[in-house]
């Protein structure tokens, strides 16, 4: 049993290496997870038991596996789904990421999804903070304690000393210029046809492969970039707009949705949704006069 565990686990690290190959990712990254599948494939003892015993840091001590692979190789275990595959494969649908999250179910996931506008776990633990959460029916004072601790440790938070998020050191956070930037390149390489197309599974029963997909990488930065493939994205004819940016730091993943300003002061200008503060004083700067 425990063998098949880490076979699986290993074809699944070997299909996403696969597909960055093709989707003309990274080499040096690639490589990364055809290492890391190899070394699950030779490993005798069970990943269950490493995870179990040394958590993170005995899954970073095996051949081949960083911090990045070994919450790869966790999230495996501990839901059977790998979010970073699902995007590769043209399957990543925010309701199954919100599923993800102890404390919500598939119900209370939609309504997230669609009365909220909740598409990532950044956002719902924006809302978890804001007291946006405690107002959905369901959600009690000990179901959001535990949502957001879930999330601090799925989105590499800090948790204080009475258990706040302690935010991060100033110039961590990655700046909107940079989001902007790589918003940018994607658009641009869209429209010069130089990207390679996936087909996505949701909302495409023709299977076309429709969706550009980017693979590009700033200082230690991996994004994978891509159209909004989401219900309200397709409800609002924005599936050419929406643009969703995922991003591994080094201490986790991170997601962040760029689009079209619809109001002054920024109409018309691509703005990373959420910090539309620091985009309006990024477009003061002389450069944008």
Not at 166 to 183: F, I, M, N, Q
Request: proline share 4%.
């Amino acid at each position: 049993m425990a063998e098949m565990l880490n076979d699986e686990i290993a074809q699944r690290l070997k299909e996403v290496a696969r597909l960055l190959q093709e989707q003309g990712a990274n080499p040096f990254r690639v490589q990364a997870y055809r290492r890391a599948g190899e070394t699950l494939h030779r490993l005798e003892r069970p990943v269950t038991d490493i995870l179990n015993a040394e958590g993170m840091e005995g899954l970073q001590q095996l051949p081949g596996i960083g911090e990045s692979l070994a919450r790869s190789i966790r999230d495996l275990v501990n839901t059977g789904r790998l979010p970073m595959l699902d995007r590769l494969r043209g399957e990543a649908d925010p309701v199954t990421l919100l599923v993800s999250v102890p404390g919500i179910g598939e119900a209370m996931a939609k309504r997230l999804h669609h009365d909220l506008g909740i598409d990532t776990l950044e956002e719902l633990e924006t809302a978890a903070n804001d007291g946006r959460l405690s107002e959905i029916a369901g959600i009690g004072e000990k179901r959001l304690a535990g949502i957001i601790d879930s999330l601090a440790g799925r989105l590499g938070r800090v948790r204080g000393r009475f258990g706040e998020t302690v935010p991060r050191a100033p110039g961590l956070e990655t700046s909107v210029g940079e989001l902007l930037e790589v918003d940018r390149e994607y658009r641009e390489r869209t429209a010069a046809g130089t990207l390679r197309t996936i087909a996505p599974r949701r909302f495409n029963p023709t299977g076309e492969a429709w969706l550009p997909v980017l693979h590009t990488q700033r200082g230690s930065r991996h994004y994978t970039v891509l159209f909004s493939n989401t219900a309200r994205a397709h409800q609002l004819g924005k599936t050419r707009d929406w643009v969703i940016l995922y991003f591994d730091d080094g201490r986790g993943e991170h997601q962040c949705t760029v689009i079209t300003a619809q109001q002054d002061p920024l109409k018309g200008k691509r703005i990373v949704r959420g910090r539309e503060a620091e985009c309006a004083a990024y477009y003061r700067e002389p450069e944008f006069g």
